[in-house]
């Protein structure tokens, strides 16, 4: 069954970035669910993370499927002023990006999010991401993916969970 176009398809449709649909027997919300859904592993996934500081401004952040996200890392790359970070709630994902918690993907942000990605996404030749839709993900070209996300590369993760 073909997922429905999507706002992450749009955009990459847009760029004329080449993807592959990988399309899942049920919805996932979980790395190991979608790695074992799409056929692929963990070390090609990226998580994409909303978090917010005390004034309610929000960065995502995104890390590989196998990794842990280091929130004071994240905070060390954006502007003076930002103060802690914290992990935004089911009902900020939703308001502030438009997908479901578990769905989300570091495409079609307000232009006032900036986009933090772990320096090891761009060791990556190919990744995948949410489609926004909890039935589908997409692969991609990691260097397609950083340059439509405008994302900044730095060291935002912890060891792995392994």
């Not at 989300?104 to 996404?121: E, R, S, T, W």
């Not at 030749?125 to 730095?154: C, F, Q, T």
Request: aromatic letters at 4%; one cysteine or more.
């Amino acid at each position: 069954m073909p997922i429905p176009t999507t706002k992450v398809t749009q955009i990459l449709d847009a760029h004329k970035v080449s993807y592959r649909v990988l399309p899942h027997c049920e919805p996932v919300f979980t790395v190991a669910a979608a790695a074992q859904q799409r056929g692929v592993i963990a070390e090609e996934m990226v998580k994409s993370i909303l978090l917010r500081d005390r004034q309610h401004r929000y960065v995502m952040a995104g890390v590989l499927g196998h990794m842990r996200l280091a929130p004071k890392a994240v905070r060390a790359h954006l502007p003076d002023g930002w103060q802690r970070l914290s992990f935004a709630t089911a009902d900020e994902i939703l308001a502030v990006t438009g997908f479901v918690q578990g769905a989300v993907a570091p495409l079609g942000l307000p232009p006032n999010i900036p986009v933090i990605f772990d320096q090891a996404i761009a060791q990556c030749s190919k990744v995948n991401i949410s489609s926004g839709d909890p039935m589908a993900g997409i692969e991609l070209a990691a260097a397609d993916l950083i340059r439509v996300s405008h994302a900044e590369i730095a060291a935002i993760a912890l060891l792995s969970r392994k």
